[in-house]
């Protein structure tokens, strides 16, 4: 009992001392709220300030406008009267003018009127000095005439001065009808000016009565507007602060609503978080673990049916986001100022004058003085008109750029080519050399043997080696096979030395075996009984002829091409049964199986990418991709999202060997950079965009599309190829030769191997000579043996 009622007492302090808590919290909360309220009333307070304040700045505001608007008006006002006066004084100048000109008219009127009447007295003096001549004249002749005759003559005269009198008449009357007709002429024009003074006053009072009108209507307007916009002006205070009584209602009541939505969100994460607690528990309870056979521990075990995660043993979650952020870093902030710095280097040193030529598909010597190159097209502005020409219309830059874009189609061709590598290219690897090469060639892009292969393999190694590689690893560094990179790019760079090096290239091995087909000195005849005296085997040499070893580039790249088509049916299928890796051993660690049971794989893949680097990188400057693509699915049993990028890194790191011989057998300067440059936007657009591309279409997306590239690339090479074989020409003008040589190999070569000296025409002639002597033996022989065939048949009659 006793400890009942301690109990029942700590209760009753508990109670007290919960009452008091709880009377504090609420005198607290009294508090707060009426802090809260004294805030909310000087804010208030400070709003209506504030409005007031702007209230007042608006009146003043709206002063200050009337006051300049009515400055306006006044100057405007002065400005009219101004040009009206200058108006009247230019009327009255005018008036002046007018009236100088007139007096000036009737004293040249005047003036002409006399000259006229001078020259009409002058000629009247001359006819009557004329007439007394005649006279006299006239009066000689009658003097001599008979009477008969003078007569007809004072007929004549009368008949002429008759004809002369009725000429005058005549001429008076037209004179006295063109008089009257002039003065008509002149009393319309005087009428038809003053009906055009009178129009011009009847208008002019019009005009001024109408602007009176307007000026008044134009007052009433403005009037009516201010007070529309004082009544508006109220309407809105009255509908804000109904506005903001409404918000402030509002605000209380969301406050209170989110109070009780907190408290019921944190009920319910408190709930939740004891479930995931619970549940961690039981799995960590019931977790098992395995030997991992590339880490040495013991790890936890997968459940490979539904862990879909990619898994590497190169990176672990924190390596991933780093070069995750350092491949956006150095794609967005280094790529664009380097590529900014280098053009702006350009510009300096050269201005646009490179860009223009390559553009136009010109060259562009620079210090190389003693071989000219054609002028550069550039662009030039619009043509300023010649002196006394009409100007033309104006020719905007937009016209000129779109010339020069007509005439140059490189201008808009190559950066294209740089978009669709960066890509197609960077989701597929299917050669892209195969197609550059050619393309180049035919826009004639390269000039030269030696600029095409090294501006193929600078593209492929930018685009997809450096920007691709940022774009993929921007997207998963996981998906990147790495021990396969740095294992099997050496290789490929190693069966590249190999065969760009005399004595082991292709060709050269080639050669070889026809070489050793020529007979020797001390060559035993009876042990080829099918020497013809300078071959061994004449058919071997025979199919020499017919290989044609001259276009070994273009055959290299026809087989290419056909092992890409038919692979190109294999990926399709794949497509249906689960992957190219459905049924070669798939791995999801990059290609290694626990206890080194994937060494001969890894052999025979090291094996096929020197061969590759041998015969098809060192010749026609691609394949790698592809062959590495194949080697991961098939003999590693990589799955195709990963595989696909591992073969494009590959392919493209594999360039770097042609890029360093190349600089360092011939010149750094010869490398096309201005080309590349022009290029280098579109691939970074492209680079940008192909992984997630291929991300959208998804593994099955990906194998689809990647057959469907093979069949055409292969397609394309196998048909350009053949067309160019059928006139016996290279589809692409490349030589196929050694860059460098041993002299240890070649001392090795010379003491081991038998070359024997060229064949002569005088060798010829002697195997054609050998030739017929054996033709004539063996029909000798043969009819011999017909003759003993027949003699055995027939007995010795035959022979009678």
Not at 257 to 272: G, M, S, V
Not at 470 to 491: K, N, S
Request: with cysteine.
């Amino acid at each position: 009992e006793e400890e009942k009622k301690k109990k029942e007492e700590e209760k009753a302090a508990k109670d007290e001392e919960k009452k008091k808590q709880q009377e504090e919290a609420a005198v607290k909360k009294e508090e707060e709220k009426k802090k809260k309220e004294e805030e909310e009333k000087k804010k208030e307070e400070e709003k209506k300030k504030k409005e007031e304040e702007k209230k007042k700045e608006k009146e003043q505001a709206a002063e200050k406008s009337k006051a300049d608007q009515e400055k306006k008006k006044k100057e405007q006002e002065k400005k009219q009267e101004e040009k009206k006066k200058e108006e009247e004084k230019r009327k009255a100048a005018a008036k002046q003018d007018q009236d100088k000109r007139k007096a000036e008219k009737e004293k040249k009127d005047q003036e002409r009127k006399k000259e006229q009447d001078k020259k009409a007295a002058e000629q009247k003096k001359k006819k009557e000095a004329q007439e007394a001549e005649n006279k006299k004249k006239d009066d000689e002749k009658r003097a001599k005439m008979s009477e008969e005759q003078r007569a007809k003559d004072d007929a004549k005269k009368a008949r002429e001065k008759e004809r002369k009198e009725e000429e005058d008449r005549r001429k008076e009357e037209k004179r006295k009808i063109a008089e009257e007709k002039k003065k008509e002429q002149e009393e319309y024009k005087a009428e038809k000016e003053k009906e055009r003074k009178e129009r011009e006053e009847e208008r002019k009072a019009y005009m001024d009565e109408r602007k009176k009108e307007q000026d008044e209507y134009k007052k009433e307007r403005e009037k009516e507007k201010e007070e529309e916009r004082k009544e508006k002006e109220a309407l809105r205070q009255e509908r804000k602060k109904e506005k903001d009584e409404e918000n402030r209602r509002r605000k209380e009541e969301r406050k209170v609503q989110q109070a009780r939505e907190k408290q019921r969100r944190d009920k319910r994460n408190e709930e939740r978080r004891q479930e995931r607690e619970e549940r961690r528990k039981q799995r960590e309870a019931e977790k098992e673990e395995e030997w991992d056979e590339e880490r040495g521990q013991m790890v936890a075990k997968k459940n490979w049916e539904w862990d879909k995660e990619l898994e590497d043993t190169c990176y672990d979650e924190k390596g991933h986001k780093c070069c995750q952020a350092f491949a956006y870093i150095c794609y967005f902030l280094i790529i664009p100022p380097v590529f900014v710095l280098l053009v702006y280097i350009e510009w300096e040193l050269y201005g646009w004058g490179r860009f223009s030529a390559r553009f136009g598909g010109h060259g562009y010597n620079l210090t190389d003085f003693n071989q000219p190159s054609p002028a550069p097209k550039m662009m030039k502005g619009p043509k300023m008109p010649r002196p006394g020409q009409p100007t033309p219309a104006p020719i905007t830059w937009e016209v000129i750029a779109a010339e020069f874009i007509e005439e140059n189609p490189l201008t808009w061709v190559m950066p294209c080519i740089g978009a669709l590598f960066g890509v197609f290219c960077n989701i597929f690897p299917m050669a892209p050399g195969l197609i550059l090469m050619p393309l180049f060639h035919e826009l004639s892009i390269a000039k030269t043997q030696e600029e095409l292969v090294i501006l193929s393999a600078w593209l492929q190694f930018i685009g997809s080696g450096f920007i691709g590689f940022l774009a993929w690893m921007g997207r998963d560094v996981r998906l990147f096979i790495c021990r396969f990179l740095f294992l099997m790019t050496p290789i490929g760079w190693l069966g590249y030395g190999v065969g760009i090096m005399k004595q082991f290239t292709f060709k050269d091995f080639l050669l070889l075996i026809y070489e050793h087909n020529k007979m020797r000195p001390s060559d035993d005849p009876k042990a080829y009984p099918a020497n013809d005296g300078v071959y061994k085997d004449p058919e071997l040499q025979k199919n020499y002829a017919d290989a044609d070893i001259d276009l070994l580039h273009t055959y290299l790249r026809m087989s290419l091409g056909v092992f890409m088509t038919i692979m190109s049916f294999i990926v399709f299928i794949a497509l249906f049964i689960g992957g190219v890796n459905r049924y070669c051993c798939p791995s999801r660690t990059g290609g290694t199986t626990p206890g080194c049971k994937s060494f001969c794989q890894w052999l025979i893949c090291m094996v096929c990418i020197f061969n590759t680097g041998w015969m098809f990188v060192a010749n026609i400057g691609s394949g790698m991709g592809i062959f590495s693509f194949f080697l991961l699915s098939m003999f590693l049993g990589v799955e195709t999202k990963r595989a696909l990028p591992t073969a494009v890194v590959c392919g493209a790191w594999s360039q770097i060997a042609p890029i360093v011989a190349h600089a360092y057998f011939y010149s750094w300067e010869e490398i096309p950079y201005i080309r590349l440059m022009i290029m280098v936007p579109g691939m970074w657009f492209g680079s940008l965009f192909a992984p997630w591309f291929s991300r959208c279409g998804g593994p099955c997306g990906d194998t689809f599309f990647y057959a469907v590239m093979l069949g055409c690339v292969g397609g394309a090479t196998v048909a350009w190829a053949g067309w160019n074989l059928k006139d016996m020409k290279q589809d692409v003008a490349v030589d196929v030769r050694p860059l460098y040589s041993n002299p240890e190999v070649n001392k090795w070569f010379d003491e081991n191997i038998y070359r024997p000296e060229p064949v002569t025409a005088q060798d010829l002639r002697e195997a054609e000579f050998f030739r017929a002597q054996r033709a004539r033996e063996e029909a000798a022989a043969a009819a011999a043996a017909e003759r003993e065939a027949a003699r055995a048949q027939n007995g010795p009659r035959f022979m009678f």
